[in-house]
């Protein structure tokens, strides 16, 4: 980003300041984000306004009821019938970075100007929609600052995909490189490890998808939803893909998920109470499930740690072994921290009773993760100081060779030479 001064290549709106084009990009990000959420709440109302029991429901409730949904992905609790609902649906969260990130990439000033008012705009509208809406103070608190974390994200990300956008390392090269080189390397391992476990839990869960697809089909069919109903289940439970990929996270580290108070779903142990008629919490794991290779889920953690620890030799090789124990550190922590964090977002209450528990602890999942990664790491490492002490494979083959040699001499096989 540079100085705000406009230049060739920079967009702006009709000659005007590029503040003005990043405040175009942060309003246009959120409002795009927002009509994606509560178009299917006015599709619902739609298909359902003739029913005489809606006749008091107004169009204008059903906006509201989606703009709550909406704001839920910011961390706002939505009121609904008295209960508190406090689980972020974080597939509305991807989506506002997303809209964020394409519309500051498409029409953003790559300034530090259009960069603030793009998340001022985007801020604006986030909290005036809490204010709309809920009116409370700690909503319009928790919009803020979700709108702010949500809208620094995308919309620089997205600022920083423009052509004239200078990169990412020299923008934090000032700071970044007062940092010592190996808490610089263990930081970018423990992100590595947190992006392969993500991708581990994934994985996970289209298993239990497939594995549980006569259970999600049976709990879609008994709902007996038309066109309408149907298109905003999908849109639901697409919302709660990446809270269920985190719960799965939670299963392979070992403390495991509640999905309402009183269940637990661990790779050692299973208790599922009643859920709610959610077709894709048919994909859960039951009792039956597990089994003697279940409780070894947390072994993957390891294994992560010893793809990060290798990647991590490579950069510090000729380090001692004090700066090899720093860097391990800085990898287990940034490790940990990132998937107790991640997990936290995906917790919460979404109903009342037993659903006011739902999620994982954060804590006991970052203190599994920490301590697993760090062991793999610290085998990574090891593994790859073996493999440089050891001779190569040239050298292993002309050794050989020589022995081959030595043999045949001693046994008598080699022929005179003739002149």
Do not use: K
């Not at 306004?49 to 509201?64: F, I, K, Q, T, Y």
């Not at 007062?178 to 947190?194: D, E, F, Q």
């Not at 990898?331 to 990132?338: C, D, E, K, P, T």
């Amino acid at each position: 980003m540079d100085d705000g001064t406009p230049r060739s290549g920079v967009s702006t709106i009709d000659g005007a300041p590029g503040w003005a084009a990043g405040l175009a990009a942060g309003l246009q990000a959120a409002i795009l984000s927002l009509a994606v959420v509560v178009a299917p709440t006015l599709a619902a109302y739609v298909a359902t306004s003739a029913d005489p029991s809606n006749a008091e429901v107004g169009w204008l409730r059903s906006v509201a009821v989606g703009v709550g949904i909406w704001l839920l992905g910011f961390g706002v609790p939505l009121q609904a019938g008295g209960v508190t609902v406090t689980l972020m649906p974080l597939g509305i969260t991807a989506l506002a970075v997303f809209s964020c990130y394409a519309s500051a990439r498409r029409s953003g000033h790559a300034a530090w100007s259009g960069f603030a008012a793009a998340v001022g705009g985007y801020v604006v509208v986030v909290g005036g929609a809490a204010i709309a809406v809920s009116g409370e103070p700690v909503g319009i608190v928790r919009a803020v600052v979700g709108g702010a974390v949500v809208g620094a994200l995308g919309l620089g990300t997205g600022l920083l995909a423009r052509s004239e956008s200078p990169s990412l390392r020299d923008l934090s090269r000032p700071l970044w490189s007062r940092v010592p080189v190996a808490v610089r390397a263990g930081a970018v391992a423990g992100a590595l490890a947190i992006a392969l476990l993500v991708g581990v839990a994934a994985v996970v869960v289209a298993g239990w998808i497939v594995a549980g697809r006569e259970s999600v089909t049976q709990v879609g069919a008994s709902l007996g939803l038309d066109a309408i109903g149907a298109t905003v289940l999908v849109v639901a439970q697409l919302a709660l893909v990446p809270d269920l990929v985190l719960w799965a996270l939670a299963y392979v580290a070992g403390p495991g998920f509640t999905v309402g108070a009183g269940s637990l779903f661990a790779p050692a142990h299973v208790v599922a109470g009643p859920l709610p008629a959610l077709p894709l919490l048919g994909a859960l794991p039951t009792a039956g499930a597990v089994n003697q290779l279940t409780p070894w889920w947390p072994v993957a953690l390891v294994l992560v740690g010893v793809v990060a620890g290798a990647w991590l030799h490579g950069r510090i090789l000729r380090g001692g072994w004090r700066l090899h124990v720093l860097a391990c550190g800085a990898g287990a922590s940034v490790a940990a921290l990132g998937a107790g964090f991640l997990v936290e977002l995906a917790s919460g209450s979404a109903g009342p009773g037993r659903m006011t528990e739902i999620g994982a602890s954060g804590l006991f999942v970052g203190l599994a993760v920490g301590l697993a990664v760090a062991l793999g790491i610290a085998l990574g490492i090891a593994l790859g100081t073996a493999l440089v002490v050891l001779p190569s494979t040239v050298e292993i083959r002309a050794e050989v060779g020589r022995a081959w040699r030595r043999v045949r001499h001693l046994g008598g096989f080699d022929e005179p030479r003739r002149n």
